[in-house]
């Protein structure tokens, strides 16, 4: 099965921010990406709001609930009280924790699950109550103690950290040695039980080699590439170029 494409639309919303206007609309591309076939939608509500705003969150809840009700979505963040209360009002099909500082750009590091273990443990065990699955944010290259350990934590996924091998578009030798490191992590949580997820600086040129060394890919979040290409050849055209390069 090719991985399932969720559309991050939180450059969409740094966009519109930049101005006092509605547009472009969240919603409106957002609902563009899942007529075009997107799996599901992600978003990231930072404490700033610098990105998605917190009032983005019902109404794109609402959008997949009228309109595309087999659509997942998907809230990214930092386990704050605020987030936590944000997402059990949402209710998404997924939330995927991550150790984001909030003065942070982007993410850009997993979480240590021997660490932080127990933390996550009764954060998971929360969310899963009200019925999502969890997915939490991994360095591409985690020994076997870390994957145990995130098992631990009652998680369903792992998402893979992928900005190392985004970041190696020009350098092919280099790709190659980050995707080993993310095939072997990825492999772990397998055995371990867990789904695997990836994420950051995923473009249609490096998907399909990702997609080849994780064959049991469940799901890739991609926000800044689809975004970029968009602005080329539009979001419909672009999410379909996406899931092709998923292998869909």
Excluded at 1 to 8: D, G, I, Y
Excluded at 89 to 97: D, R, S
Excluded at 226 to 233: E, G, K, N, P, V
Aim: charged share 25%; net charge negative; proline share 6%.
């Amino acid at each position: 099965m090719p991985a399932e494409l969720s559309v991050n639309l939180n450059a969409i919303a740094l966009l519109r921010n930049r101005r006092d206007l509605p547009w472009p609309s969240v919603t409106g591309l957002g609902r563009i990406a899942l007529e075009s076939g997107a799996h599901g939608l992600t978003v990231h509500p930072r404490p700033d709001q610098r990105h998605v705003r917190f009032t983005d969150v019902p109404e794109i809840r609402a959008l997949i609930d009228d309109e595309f009700p087999q659509a997942e979505f998907n809230i990214e963040g930092y386990p704050t009280q605020d987030f936590l209360n944000l997402v059990e009002a949402a209710e998404p099909e997924q939330v995927t924790l991550v150790p984001d500082d909030p003065e942070q750009p982007t993410s850009d590091h997993g979480w240590d699950f021997v660490t932080n273990r127990d933390m996550l443990h009764a954060i998971v065990a929360r969310l899963k109550k009200g019925g999502a699955r969890v997915s939490l944010f991994a360095d591409p290259d985690v020994s076997e103690e870390q994957v145990t350990a995130a098992r631990a934590t009652g998680a369903d996924r792992i998402e893979l950290y992928t900005g190392p091998y985004g970041g190696c578009y020009d350098d092919s030798a280099r790709a190659a040695k980050e995707l080993e490191k993310l095939a072997k992590t990825a492999a772990l949580a397998k055995a371990a039980g867990l789904g695997v997820n990836a994420g950051h600086d995923l473009t249609v040129d490096n998907l399909p080699a990702l997609a080849k060394a994780i064959p049991h890919l469940a799901e890739v979040s991609i926000g800044h590439g689809l975004t970029a290409d968009a602005l080329i050849h539009g979001m419909a055209e672009t999410v379909r170029r996406f899931v092709k390069a998923c292998g869909g």
